[in-house]
């Protein structure tokens, strides 16, 4: 079956202290691979994405991810947390299909404290 | 300003009656989804359209209708038969199918009471 865990619920980091959130997917097909952030009560944006080429792709907010594939993996960290950065965060993987959509963890959620 | 627009922001609806829900793009995107959140669970599929006059039901359609008879909007109809239409709901554009980047628009929160 196809599907996208994120194992941890909740996390809390001190600011300026690195973070990596854990995202492993189970996929059929060739895999591309999504990080969005969401605030409360807003939409979601996206933070980086990976379709091909290199396996640590750049995102916004100073954002970065690595692909492996042999761990079916592709975990988002930042060297450095801001309080900003306390939001959801949520892993998503899709397929170059025709008619395909996109799945997606069931999100996990960044505290940073002070 | 190119976007996605959501409207309301909250709805509040009685049992047993019928509602729906905006989402306008100008993106010029051809695919719209809509997607249900509620808290732990992630965001789920409702219903998605890759063109126009023709849509999908995605992992949770039952109790939900959608029409795409506009390449700009995608209204959502939530039917009395959701046994628990209270949530978030989250439309999304993309240019073309799930390999590219989803755009989202704000959200609509709906509660019935």
């Known amino acids: 079956a196809q599907s996208v865990t994120q194992p941890d619920i909740h996390i809390t980091v001190s600011e300026g202290a690195s973070l990596e959130l854990r995202c492993n997917y189970s996929?059929?097909?060739?895999?591309?691979l999504f990080w969005y952030v969401q605030s409360p009560g807003q939409g979601l944006q996206l933070l980086l994405k990976?379709?091909?080429?290199?396996?640590l792709v750049q995102g916004i907010k100073g954002f970065e991810a690595e692909f492996k594939r042999s761990q079916s993996s592709f975990n988002l960290r930042k060297p450095s947390v801001h309080w900003s950065d306390a939001a959801e965060y949520f892993c998503?993987?899709?397929?170059?299909?025709?008619?395909?959509?996109?799945?997606f963890g069931k999100g996990t959620t960044l505290s940073v404290s002070s | 300003d190119g976007g996605i627009t959501q409207s309301p922001k909250y709805l509040f609806r009685k049992e047993g009656q019928n509602v729906t829900l905006s989402c306008e793009q100008n993106?010029?995107?051809?695919?719209m989804y809509w997607y249900r959140q509620d808290p732990g669970q992630g965001l789920r599929l409702i219903y998605y359209?890759?063109?126009?006059?023709?849509?999908q039901k995605g992992d949770i359609a039952e109790g939900y209708s959608v029409s795409r008879e506009k390449k700009e909007s995608f209204p959502l109809t939530v039917t009395s038969a959701q046994k628990n239409p209270t949530a978030f709901y989250l439309c999304?554009?993309?240019?073309?199918?799930?390999?590219?980047?989803?755009?989202f628009g704000p959200g609509t929160r709906l509660t019935v009471l």
């Open positions: 999304a554009s993309s240019v073309q199918g799930a390999t590219v980047e989803q755009f």
């Open positions: 996929y059929g097909a060739t895999p591309y």
């Open positions: 990976y379709f091909s080429g290199d396996t």
């Open positions: 998503a993987v899709g397929a170059n299909q025709a008619g395909t959509a996109l799945i």
């Open positions: 993106l010029n995107h051809d695919a």
């Open positions: 359209s890759q063109i126009v006059n023709d849509f």
